[in-house]
């Protein structure tokens, strides 16, 4: 069965400054790759999305994420992060009929 | 286009109660699939339907059902109201053509006393 990983249950990082955010998924083919991020008590917001073609990919808000084949991973990374940007985001992996999400990380911004 | 909406957006109710809640999706969306968010258990896939069929069902008890209209908009009901099913209830709808793209309503918040 596929699954997704996202190692990392909280970051903090401060505002100025770059951002990472790992996943990595279990599955046999290349499936359909998700960003999403939520704010608090509010729905999730697609932010990127890879389905084939150039592993890099850019999103809305300025980000953008890799599709790295040969570790099955689709980091999320921004050059600078805002204040805004504090929320929780998720990694979701699609592919035969089945759509399943990471457990998410917390992003704290430090002013 | 409009997004996905979902009513109520809050909604309380006692323990051995129903309840219903509603989704639209965008327009001309036709699939319409429901999650619960905790914090304890993340997102958690109840059901997905399409075409006012249920086409995938995730891990939960008969208490909890769904259904779809000619017009693609969804209900879901949870009948016999337990605490834990105190959650974000999260609907989503696709398009044919990209069926893992998924957009997400805001949510309705049920809090069971």
């Known amino acids: 069965a596929q699954s997704v990983t996202q190692p990392d249950i909280h970051i903090t990082v401060s505002e100025g400054a770059s951002l990472e955010l790992r996943c990595n998924y279990s599955y046999g083919a290349t499936p359909y790759l998700f960003w999403y991020v939520q704010s608090p008590g509010q729905g999730l917001q697609l932010l990127l999305k890879y389905f084939s073609g150039d592993t890099l990919v850019q999103g809305i808000k300025g980000f953008e994420a890799e599709f790295k084949r040969s570790q099955s991973s689709f980091n999320l990374r921004k050059p600078s992060v805002h204040w805004s940007d504090a929320a929780e985001y998720f990694c979701a992996v699609g592919a035969d009929n089945d759509m399943r999400f990471g457990a998410g990380t917390r992003l704290t911004v430090k002013p | 286009k409009a997004g996905v909406t979902q009513t109520p957006r809050y909604l309380i109710k006692t323990r051995g109660q129903q309840v219903t809640l509603s989704c639209s999706p965008i327009?001309?969306?036709?699939?319409v699939s429901w999650y619960q968010q905790t914090p304890g258990q993340g997102l958690q896939f109840l059901f997905e339907?399409?075409?006012?069929?249920?086409?995938n069902k995730g891990n939960f008890p008969g208490r909890f059902s769904g259904r779809q209209f000619s017009n693609s908009r969804s209900e879901m009901n949870v009948s016999t109201l337990e605490l834990g099913d105190s959650a974000l209830y999260l609907c989503?709808?696709?398009?044919?053509?990209?069926?893992?793209?998924?957009?997400f309503g805001p949510g309705t918040r049920l809090t069971v006393t």
């Open positions: 339907y399409f075409s006012e069929t249920q086409r």
């Open positions: 989503a709808s696709t398009t044919r053509d990209s069926p893992y793209e998924q957009y």
């Open positions: 327009s001309g969306h036709r699939s």
